[in-house]
DNA sequence: CCAAAAGTGTTAACTGTACACCCATGT
DNA sequence: ACATGGGTGTACAGTTAACACTTTTGG
Protein backbone atom coordinates (compact mmCIF):
# COMPACT_ATOMS: atom_id res chain seq x y z
CA UNK A 1 0.00 0.00 0.00
CA UNK A 2 2.78 2.87 -1.32
CA UNK A 3 0.71 6.19 -1.64
CA UNK A 4 1.98 9.59 -1.72
CA UNK A 5 3.72 10.48 1.17
CA UNK A 6 2.76 12.88 3.44
CA UNK A 7 5.91 15.46 4.10
CA UNK A 8 6.35 17.74 7.20
CA UNK A 9 7.83 21.32 7.06
CA UNK A 10 10.77 21.33 9.58
CA UNK A 11 12.57 24.89 8.48
CA UNK A 12 9.54 26.30 10.67
CA UNK A 13 10.83 25.26 13.58
CA UNK A 14 13.91 25.74 15.70
CA UNK A 15 15.74 22.56 15.40
CA UNK A 16 16.59 19.98 18.15
CA UNK A 17 14.28 21.71 20.38
CA UNK A 18 10.67 20.24 21.52
CA UNK A 19 8.44 21.29 23.81
CA UNK A 20 6.01 18.16 26.37
CA UNK A 21 3.36 18.94 28.26
CA UNK A 22 2.18 16.65 30.88
CA UNK A 23 -1.99 17.66 31.35
CA UNK A 24 -3.21 17.15 34.61
CA UNK A 25 -6.94 16.64 34.92
CA UNK A 26 -9.23 15.25 38.14
CA UNK A 27 -12.26 13.32 37.80
CA UNK A 28 -13.83 10.34 39.81
CA UNK A 29 -11.47 11.25 42.45
CA UNK A 30 -8.34 10.27 40.58
CA UNK A 31 -6.00 12.19 39.11
CA UNK A 32 -5.63 11.67 35.41
CA UNK A 33 -2.79 12.99 32.92
CA UNK A 34 -3.83 13.31 29.05
CA UNK A 35 -2.35 10.71 26.94
CA UNK A 36 -1.85 10.14 23.15
CA UNK A 37 -1.35 6.70 21.79
CA UNK A 38 0.78 6.54 18.34
CA UNK A 39 -1.52 5.23 15.23
CA UNK A 40 -1.12 1.49 14.69
CA UNK A 41 1.81 1.40 17.07
CA UNK A 42 1.28 0.17 21.08
CA UNK A 43 3.04 3.30 22.06
CA UNK A 44 1.33 6.03 24.35
CA UNK A 45 3.88 9.23 24.78
CA UNK A 46 3.31 12.63 26.43
CA UNK A 47 1.59 15.44 24.09
CA UNK A 48 4.51 17.52 22.62
CA UNK A 49 5.62 19.35 19.96
CA UNK A 50 8.44 22.04 18.34
CA UNK A 51 8.63 25.35 18.67
CA UNK A 52 8.34 27.94 15.94
CA UNK A 53 11.60 29.89 15.07
CA UNK A 54 9.36 32.87 16.14
CA UNK A 55 6.82 31.60 18.71
CA UNK A 56 7.82 32.26 22.47
CA UNK A 57 8.47 28.40 23.84
CA UNK A 58 5.42 29.32 26.41
CA UNK A 59 3.05 30.50 23.26
CA UNK A 60 4.16 27.14 21.72
CA UNK A 61 3.05 24.97 24.84
CA UNK A 62 -0.58 27.02 25.05
CA UNK A 63 -0.72 25.73 21.04
CA UNK A 64 -0.05 22.62 21.89
CA UNK A 65 -2.59 22.23 24.52
CA UNK A 66 -4.84 23.60 23.02
CA UNK A 67 -4.45 21.54 19.65
CA UNK A 68 -5.51 18.76 22.44
CA UNK A 69 -7.91 19.79 24.94
CA UNK A 70 -9.82 22.51 22.91
CA UNK A 71 -9.14 24.31 26.22
CA UNK A 72 -8.02 27.86 25.48
CA UNK A 73 -5.90 29.85 28.16
CA UNK A 74 -4.69 26.85 30.21
CA UNK A 75 -2.91 27.25 33.55
CA UNK A 76 0.91 25.77 32.90
CA UNK A 77 4.17 26.17 34.13
CA UNK A 78 7.35 25.21 32.74
CA UNK A 79 9.16 22.88 35.40
CA UNK A 80 12.56 21.45 33.74
CA UNK A 81 14.33 21.21 30.34
CA UNK A 82 15.33 17.59 30.06
CA UNK A 83 19.00 18.01 28.14
CA UNK A 84 20.85 14.68 28.44
CA UNK A 85 22.45 13.45 24.64
CA UNK A 86 20.82 10.42 24.83
CA UNK A 87 17.59 10.83 26.19
CA UNK A 88 15.54 10.03 22.61
CA UNK A 89 16.28 8.24 19.39
CA UNK A 90 15.67 8.39 16.08
CA UNK A 91 14.50 5.10 15.76
CA UNK A 92 11.13 5.52 17.84
CA UNK A 93 9.94 8.52 15.54
CA UNK A 94 10.62 6.64 12.40
CA UNK A 95 8.65 4.05 13.51
CA UNK A 96 5.78 6.52 13.92
CA UNK A 97 6.29 8.31 10.57
CA UNK A 98 5.73 5.07 8.81
CA UNK A 99 2.78 3.63 10.60
CA UNK A 100 1.46 7.12 9.54
CA UNK A 101 2.67 7.22 5.77
CA UNK A 102 4.95 10.12 6.68
CA UNK A 103 8.03 10.47 4.54
CA UNK A 104 11.55 10.17 6.29
CA UNK A 105 14.30 12.24 5.34
CA UNK A 106 17.11 10.83 6.93
CA UNK A 107 19.22 13.60 7.46
CA UNK A 108 16.72 15.54 9.29
CA UNK A 109 17.10 16.93 12.68
CA UNK A 110 14.05 15.35 14.12
CA UNK A 111 16.32 12.08 14.25
CA UNK A 112 18.58 13.68 15.97
CA UNK A 113 18.80 14.39 19.77
CA UNK A 114 15.93 16.86 21.28
CA UNK A 115 16.07 18.62 24.39
CA UNK A 116 12.73 19.08 25.98
CA UNK A 117 11.12 21.73 27.63
CA UNK A 118 8.78 20.09 30.27
CA UNK A 119 5.79 22.03 30.88
CA UNK A 120 2.67 20.66 33.43
CA UNK A 121 -0.96 21.91 33.03
CA UNK A 122 -3.81 21.77 35.16
CA UNK A 123 -7.23 21.75 33.26
CA UNK A 124 -11.25 21.34 34.28
CA UNK A 125 -11.60 18.27 33.45
CA UNK A 126 -15.37 18.92 31.90
CA UNK A 127 -14.39 21.36 29.90
CA UNK A 128 -11.81 19.20 27.81
CA UNK A 129 -12.73 17.97 24.52
CA UNK A 130 -9.58 15.61 23.70
CA UNK A 131 -8.57 15.58 20.48
CA UNK A 132 -6.18 13.24 18.62
CA UNK A 133 -2.91 14.43 16.96
CA UNK A 134 -1.77 13.89 13.56
CA UNK A 135 0.12 10.81 14.48
CA UNK A 136 -2.57 9.45 16.85
CA UNK A 137 -5.02 7.07 17.21
CA UNK A 138 -6.56 8.14 20.35
CA UNK A 139 -6.20 10.37 23.19
CA UNK A 140 -6.81 9.48 26.28
CA UNK A 141 -6.89 10.56 29.64
CA UNK A 142 -4.95 7.84 32.45
CA UNK A 143 -4.65 7.21 36.08
CA UNK A 144 -1.68 8.65 37.19
CA UNK A 145 -0.98 5.61 39.05
CA UNK A 146 -1.52 2.91 35.95
CA UNK A 147 -0.10 4.63 33.63
CA UNK A 148 1.03 2.79 30.50
CA UNK A 149 4.20 2.04 29.27
CA UNK A 150 5.97 5.73 28.05
CA UNK A 151 7.71 6.29 25.19
CA UNK A 152 11.31 7.88 25.47
CA UNK A 153 11.94 9.60 29.08
CA UNK A 154 8.52 10.08 29.46
CA UNK A 155 7.71 8.41 32.32
CA UNK A 156 10.34 10.48 33.84
CA UNK A 157 9.23 13.75 32.94
CA UNK A 158 6.13 12.55 33.98
CA UNK A 159 7.18 11.77 37.45
CA UNK A 160 9.20 15.25 37.66
CA UNK A 161 5.95 17.37 36.86
CA UNK A 162 3.90 15.42 39.22
CA UNK A 163 6.49 15.89 42.07
CA UNK A 164 6.66 19.84 41.13
CA UNK A 165 3.26 20.08 41.69
CA UNK A 166 3.27 18.67 44.99
CA UNK A 167 5.89 20.58 45.55
CA UNK A 168 4.53 23.83 44.64
CA UNK A 169 0.46 22.80 45.80
CA UNK A 170 0.53 24.90 49.18
CA UNK A 171 2.34 27.92 47.42
CA UNK A 172 -0.86 29.31 45.64
CA UNK A 173 -3.70 27.29 46.22
CA UNK A 174 -3.08 26.19 42.09
CA UNK A 175 -5.24 22.95 42.40
CA UNK A 176 -8.07 25.03 41.85
CA UNK A 177 -7.52 24.82 38.36
CA UNK A 178 -8.20 21.10 38.09
CA UNK A 179 -11.86 21.56 39.71
CA UNK A 180 -14.80 23.34 37.99
CA UNK A 181 -15.59 27.05 38.63
CA UNK A 182 -17.76 26.25 41.87
CA UNK A 183 -17.09 23.44 44.02
CA UNK A 184 -17.17 21.86 47.94
CA UNK A 185 -14.90 21.99 50.45
CA UNK A 186 -14.87 18.02 50.16
CA UNK A 187 -14.12 17.82 47.05
CA UNK A 188 -10.96 20.33 47.10
CA UNK A 189 -9.91 18.42 49.74
CA UNK A 190 -10.34 15.25 47.89
CA UNK A 191 -8.09 16.35 45.03
CA UNK A 192 -5.40 17.74 47.75
CA UNK A 193 -5.74 14.71 49.11
CA UNK A 194 -5.17 12.79 45.60
CA UNK A 195 -2.17 15.00 44.94
CA UNK A 196 -0.40 14.39 48.06
CA UNK A 197 -1.28 10.70 48.06
CA UNK A 198 -1.90 11.31 51.90
CA UNK A 199 -5.14 11.98 54.02
CA UNK A 200 -5.59 14.82 55.16
CA UNK A 201 -7.84 16.43 58.44
CA UNK A 202 -11.27 17.53 57.20
CA UNK A 203 -11.88 20.60 60.08
CA UNK A 204 -7.73 22.00 59.72
CA UNK A 205 -8.32 21.92 55.98
CA UNK A 206 -11.42 23.85 55.53
CA UNK A 207 -9.89 26.47 58.11
CA UNK A 208 -6.37 26.73 56.57
CA UNK A 209 -8.00 27.30 52.53
CA UNK A 210 -10.43 29.36 54.11
CA UNK A 211 -7.66 31.72 55.89
CA UNK A 212 -5.65 32.24 52.47
CA UNK A 213 -9.41 34.57 51.90
CA UNK A 214 -8.96 33.55 48.17
CA UNK A 215 -12.64 31.66 48.26
CA UNK A 216 -15.80 32.70 48.49
CA UNK A 217 -19.25 30.85 49.30
CA UNK A 218 -21.61 31.43 46.83
CA UNK A 219 -24.58 28.59 47.96
CA UNK A 220 -25.27 25.80 49.64
CA UNK A 221 -25.76 22.84 47.68
CA UNK A 222 -28.14 20.08 48.29
CA UNK A 223 -27.38 16.71 47.16
CA UNK A 224 -30.50 14.93 48.14
CA UNK A 225 -28.53 12.83 51.07
CA UNK A 226 -29.58 12.88 54.62
CA UNK A 227 -27.10 15.28 56.00
CA UNK A 228 -26.54 19.26 55.96
CA UNK A 229 -25.77 20.78 52.57
CA UNK A 230 -22.04 21.81 52.08
CA UNK A 231 -21.49 25.33 50.75
CA UNK A 232 -20.62 25.44 47.32
CA UNK A 233 -17.21 27.96 47.19
CA UNK A 234 -15.98 29.82 43.92
CA UNK A 235 -12.63 31.53 43.38
CA UNK A 236 -12.19 35.44 44.08
CA UNK A 237 -11.20 37.33 41.27
CA UNK B 1 43.88 46.56 10.31
CA UNK B 2 42.13 44.50 8.51
CA UNK B 3 44.12 40.39 9.48
CA UNK B 4 42.98 37.35 8.98
CA UNK B 5 39.35 35.81 10.55
CA UNK B 6 38.53 34.04 12.65
CA UNK B 7 35.83 31.50 12.22
CA UNK B 8 34.06 29.88 15.15
CA UNK B 9 33.15 26.65 13.89
CA UNK B 10 29.20 26.25 14.14
CA UNK B 11 28.17 22.72 12.87
CA UNK B 12 29.61 21.78 16.69
CA UNK B 13 26.61 23.24 18.57
CA UNK B 14 22.72 22.49 18.75
CA UNK B 15 21.65 25.99 17.09
CA UNK B 16 19.76 28.66 18.64
CA UNK B 17 20.21 26.88 22.07
CA UNK B 18 22.65 28.07 24.75
CA UNK B 19 23.33 28.23 28.45
CA UNK B 20 23.99 31.11 30.61
CA UNK B 21 25.80 30.75 34.01
CA UNK B 22 25.05 32.67 37.26
CA UNK B 23 27.66 31.87 39.17
CA UNK B 24 28.01 33.09 42.89
CA UNK B 25 30.50 33.52 45.14
CA UNK B 26 30.76 35.22 48.87
CA UNK B 27 33.76 37.35 49.61
CA UNK B 28 34.61 40.18 52.07
CA UNK B 29 30.35 39.67 53.57
CA UNK B 30 29.30 40.28 50.12
CA UNK B 31 27.54 38.11 47.18
CA UNK B 32 28.86 38.30 44.09
CA UNK B 33 28.67 37.42 40.92
CA UNK B 34 31.18 36.66 37.87
CA UNK B 35 30.87 38.77 35.24
CA UNK B 36 33.19 38.99 32.24
CA UNK B 37 33.11 41.93 29.90
CA UNK B 38 33.53 42.33 26.41
CA UNK B 39 36.88 43.33 24.72
CA UNK B 40 36.84 47.22 23.39
CA UNK B 41 33.29 47.39 24.11
CA UNK B 42 31.77 48.36 27.60
CA UNK B 43 29.54 45.43 27.63
CA UNK B 44 29.38 42.89 30.51
CA UNK B 45 27.12 39.63 30.30
CA UNK B 46 26.69 36.34 32.07
CA UNK B 47 28.91 34.00 31.01
CA UNK B 48 27.29 31.68 28.75
CA UNK B 49 28.00 29.51 25.86
CA UNK B 50 26.51 26.89 23.41
CA UNK B 51 25.84 23.24 23.92
CA UNK B 52 27.58 20.51 21.40
CA UNK B 53 25.30 18.24 19.72
CA UNK B 54 26.31 14.99 21.56
CA UNK B 55 26.80 17.07 24.97
CA UNK B 56 24.63 16.43 27.76
CA UNK B 57 23.16 20.32 28.93
CA UNK B 58 24.39 20.05 32.31
CA UNK B 59 27.70 19.15 30.91
CA UNK B 60 28.00 21.55 28.82
CA UNK B 61 27.26 24.17 32.02
CA UNK B 62 30.17 22.03 33.88
CA UNK B 63 32.48 22.89 30.94
CA UNK B 64 31.57 26.71 30.94
CA UNK B 65 31.58 26.83 34.68
CA UNK B 66 35.42 25.19 34.31
CA UNK B 67 36.60 27.41 31.51
CA UNK B 68 36.03 30.23 33.71
CA UNK B 69 37.02 29.52 36.96
CA UNK B 70 39.48 26.38 36.78
CA UNK B 71 37.58 24.82 39.44
CA UNK B 72 36.03 21.07 38.77
CA UNK B 73 33.06 19.76 40.13
CA UNK B 74 31.31 22.76 40.57
CA UNK B 75 27.28 22.88 42.34
CA UNK B 76 25.00 23.72 40.06
CA UNK B 77 21.40 24.05 39.52
CA UNK B 78 19.28 24.54 36.27
CA UNK B 79 16.85 27.20 37.56
CA UNK B 80 14.70 28.35 34.44
CA UNK B 81 14.51 28.38 30.66
CA UNK B 82 14.48 31.59 28.94
CA UNK B 83 12.43 31.45 25.65
CA UNK B 84 10.57 34.14 24.26
CA UNK B 85 11.21 34.52 20.62
CA UNK B 86 12.38 38.49 20.99
CA UNK B 87 14.82 37.40 24.24
CA UNK B 88 18.47 38.82 22.05
CA UNK B 89 19.11 40.12 19.12
CA UNK B 90 21.89 39.34 16.38
CA UNK B 91 23.09 43.32 16.50
CA UNK B 92 24.76 42.95 19.52
CA UNK B 93 26.93 39.72 19.15
CA UNK B 94 27.74 41.23 15.60
CA UNK B 95 29.27 43.97 17.34
CA UNK B 96 31.35 41.30 20.04
CA UNK B 97 32.64 39.80 16.72
CA UNK B 98 33.67 42.46 15.29
CA UNK B 99 35.18 43.84 18.18
CA UNK B 100 37.26 40.59 18.09
CA UNK B 101 38.28 40.06 14.40
CA UNK B 102 35.81 37.41 14.34
CA UNK B 103 34.90 36.41 11.06
CA UNK B 104 30.66 37.08 10.49
CA UNK B 105 28.62 34.98 8.39
CA UNK B 106 25.00 37.14 7.96
CA UNK B 107 23.17 34.22 7.56
CA UNK B 108 24.19 32.01 10.58
CA UNK B 109 21.81 30.70 13.36
CA UNK B 110 24.11 32.64 16.08
CA UNK B 111 22.34 36.02 15.14
CA UNK B 112 18.78 34.09 15.18
CA UNK B 113 16.71 33.68 18.08
CA UNK B 114 18.19 32.02 21.02
CA UNK B 115 16.46 29.69 23.71
CA UNK B 116 18.93 30.12 26.74
CA UNK B 117 19.18 27.25 29.42
CA UNK B 118 19.69 29.53 32.72
CA UNK B 119 21.56 27.67 35.50
CA UNK B 120 23.07 28.82 38.63
CA UNK B 121 26.30 27.79 40.19
CA UNK B 122 27.53 27.88 43.95
CA UNK B 123 31.25 28.56 44.13
CA UNK B 124 33.77 28.65 46.96
CA UNK B 125 35.53 31.96 46.20
CA UNK B 126 38.97 31.41 47.72
CA UNK B 127 39.01 28.15 44.79
CA UNK B 128 38.37 30.15 41.91
CA UNK B 129 40.92 31.40 39.24
CA UNK B 130 39.00 33.46 37.09
CA UNK B 131 39.87 32.79 33.37
CA UNK B 132 39.17 35.28 30.68
CA UNK B 133 36.91 33.61 27.40
CA UNK B 134 37.66 34.35 23.59
CA UNK B 135 36.03 37.66 23.43
CA UNK B 136 36.56 38.93 26.99
CA UNK B 137 38.60 41.90 28.13
CA UNK B 138 37.84 40.67 31.78
CA UNK B 139 36.38 38.39 34.34
CA UNK B 140 35.71 40.00 37.76
CA UNK B 141 33.79 39.69 40.72
CA UNK B 142 30.51 41.78 41.50
CA UNK B 143 28.82 42.78 44.17
CA UNK B 144 24.88 41.82 43.49
CA UNK B 145 23.80 44.84 44.95
CA UNK B 146 25.87 46.64 42.57
CA UNK B 147 25.96 44.86 39.00
CA UNK B 148 26.78 46.75 36.32
CA UNK B 149 24.00 46.95 32.97
CA UNK B 150 24.47 43.88 31.37
CA UNK B 151 23.39 42.59 27.81
CA UNK B 152 20.27 40.83 26.47
CA UNK B 153 18.18 40.03 29.65
CA UNK B 154 20.69 39.11 31.53
CA UNK B 155 19.95 41.54 34.48
CA UNK B 156 16.36 39.32 34.76
CA UNK B 157 18.28 35.43 34.46
CA UNK B 158 20.43 37.07 37.13
CA UNK B 159 17.13 38.18 39.71
CA UNK B 160 15.31 35.17 39.01
CA UNK B 161 18.75 32.98 39.59
CA UNK B 162 19.20 35.08 42.96
CA UNK B 163 15.14 34.38 43.59
CA UNK B 164 15.66 30.62 43.11
CA UNK B 165 18.71 30.68 45.08
CA UNK B 166 16.92 32.50 48.10
CA UNK B 167 13.73 30.21 47.57
CA UNK B 168 15.87 26.87 47.85
CA UNK B 169 18.42 27.99 50.63
CA UNK B 170 16.78 26.26 53.31
CA UNK B 171 15.85 23.04 52.02
CA UNK B 172 18.89 21.46 50.95
CA UNK B 173 21.36 23.92 53.13
CA UNK B 174 23.06 24.94 49.81
CA UNK B 175 24.69 27.45 50.71
CA UNK B 176 27.33 25.40 52.00
CA UNK B 177 28.93 25.38 48.65
CA UNK B 178 30.03 28.97 48.37
CA UNK B 179 32.22 28.32 52.03
CA UNK B 180 35.64 27.00 52.34
CA UNK B 181 35.32 23.42 53.62
CA UNK B 182 35.40 24.69 57.35
CA UNK B 183 34.10 27.69 58.58
CA UNK B 184 32.77 29.06 61.94
CA UNK B 185 29.17 29.32 62.40
CA UNK B 186 29.30 33.22 62.07
CA UNK B 187 30.53 32.97 58.88
CA UNK B 188 27.40 30.87 57.65
CA UNK B 189 25.23 32.95 59.77
CA UNK B 190 26.69 36.18 57.87
CA UNK B 191 26.30 34.26 54.45
CA UNK B 192 22.74 33.90 55.17
CA UNK B 193 22.05 36.99 56.02
CA UNK B 194 24.02 38.34 52.83
CA UNK B 195 21.76 36.32 50.59
CA UNK B 196 18.47 36.61 52.45
CA UNK B 197 18.90 40.16 52.68
CA UNK B 198 18.18 40.14 56.60
CA UNK B 199 19.34 40.11 59.84
CA UNK B 200 19.05 36.58 61.85
CA UNK B 201 19.28 36.48 64.98
CA UNK B 202 22.37 34.48 66.40
CA UNK B 203 21.30 32.24 68.89
CA UNK B 204 18.22 30.94 66.96
CA UNK B 205 19.82 30.86 64.05
CA UNK B 206 23.13 28.30 65.35
CA UNK B 207 20.42 26.15 66.79
CA UNK B 208 18.37 25.87 63.61
CA UNK B 209 21.63 25.13 61.70
CA UNK B 210 22.70 22.33 64.10
CA UNK B 211 19.61 20.59 64.08
CA UNK B 212 19.75 19.67 60.94
CA UNK B 213 22.15 17.19 61.99
CA UNK B 214 24.80 17.66 58.94
CA UNK B 215 27.35 19.60 60.13
CA UNK B 216 30.31 18.36 62.55
CA UNK B 217 32.44 19.91 65.35
CA UNK B 218 36.18 20.06 64.18
CA UNK B 219 38.24 22.18 66.51
CA UNK B 220 38.66 25.45 67.80
CA UNK B 221 39.66 28.71 65.82
CA UNK B 222 42.08 30.86 67.89
CA UNK B 223 41.80 34.35 65.93
CA UNK B 224 43.70 35.86 68.27
CA UNK B 225 40.11 38.46 69.40
CA UNK B 226 39.27 38.74 72.75
CA UNK B 227 36.66 36.69 73.42
CA UNK B 228 36.17 32.90 73.19
CA UNK B 229 37.52 31.13 70.35
CA UNK B 230 34.35 30.10 68.10
CA UNK B 231 34.56 25.72 66.84
CA UNK B 232 34.75 25.50 62.91
CA UNK B 233 32.50 22.94 61.30
CA UNK B 234 32.70 21.13 58.23
CA UNK B 235 29.81 19.84 56.23
CA UNK B 236 29.40 15.63 56.79
CA UNK B 237 29.67 13.45 54.35
C1' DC C 1 -35.41 10.69 66.20
C1' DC C 2 -31.49 8.97 63.98
C1' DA C 3 -27.48 8.69 60.91
C1' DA C 4 -24.29 11.14 58.23
C1' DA C 5 -21.58 14.83 56.99
C1' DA C 6 -20.75 20.04 57.43
C1' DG C 7 -19.22 23.67 60.16
C1' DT C 8 -16.96 25.64 64.27
C1' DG C 9 -15.15 26.24 69.36
C1' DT C 10 -11.60 24.67 72.27
C1' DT C 11 -7.40 22.58 73.71
C1' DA C 12 -2.97 20.32 73.21
C1' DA C 13 1.39 19.88 70.82
C1' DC C 14 4.83 21.84 68.36
C1' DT C 15 7.75 25.37 66.34
C1' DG C 16 9.91 29.64 66.14
C1' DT C 17 11.33 33.80 68.52
C1' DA C 18 13.19 36.46 72.33
C1' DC C 19 15.76 37.08 76.53
C1' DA C 20 19.03 35.54 79.70
C1' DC C 21 23.12 33.78 81.53
C1' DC C 22 27.51 31.49 81.47
C1' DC C 23 31.94 30.44 79.10
C1' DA C 24 36.32 31.21 76.89
C1' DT C 25 39.77 34.41 75.31
C1' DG C 26 43.29 38.27 74.92
C1' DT C 27 44.26 42.75 76.60
C1' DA D 1 39.40 42.03 86.06
C1' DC D 2 37.08 43.18 81.98
C1' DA D 3 35.32 43.60 77.42
C1' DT D 4 33.93 40.84 73.59
C1' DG D 5 31.75 37.47 71.21
C1' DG D 6 30.44 32.17 71.38
C1' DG D 7 27.37 28.64 73.22
C1' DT D 8 23.22 27.18 75.48
C1' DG D 9 19.04 27.06 79.03
C1' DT D 10 14.56 28.73 79.32
C1' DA D 11 10.32 31.19 78.72
C1' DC D 12 6.99 33.24 75.74
C1' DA D 13 4.20 33.60 71.41
C1' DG D 14 2.33 32.05 67.31
C1' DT D 15 1.15 28.22 64.47
C1' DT D 16 -0.54 23.78 63.54
C1' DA D 17 -2.73 19.46 64.73
C1' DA D 18 -6.24 16.98 67.44
C1' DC D 19 -10.61 16.51 69.78
C1' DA D 20 -15.34 17.59 70.64
C1' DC D 21 -19.55 19.59 70.05
C1' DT D 22 -23.34 21.69 67.31
C1' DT D 23 -26.00 22.15 62.99
C1' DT D 24 -28.37 20.65 59.01
C1' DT D 25 -30.35 17.34 56.01
C1' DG D 26 -33.36 13.16 54.47
C1' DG D 27 -35.02 8.86 55.85
Redesign the interface.
Known amino acids: MESEKIIIDEGKF????SVDCVIFGFHGEQLKVLLPKVKSLDLWSLPGGY?M??????AAAQRILEERTGVTDIYLE?F??F???NRSTGETLKKVLLANNFAIDEKSWVF??F?S?GYYALVDFSKVNTKIGIYDEVCEWHDIHQLPDLAFDHAEITLKALETLRFMLDDKLIGLNLLPDTFTMKELQILYETILDKPLRRDNFQRKILSMGILERVEKKFTGAAHKAPYLYKFIK
Do not use: N, S, T
Not at 53 to 58: L, M
Open positions: IPHLVKDEDIEQYIGKAERVV
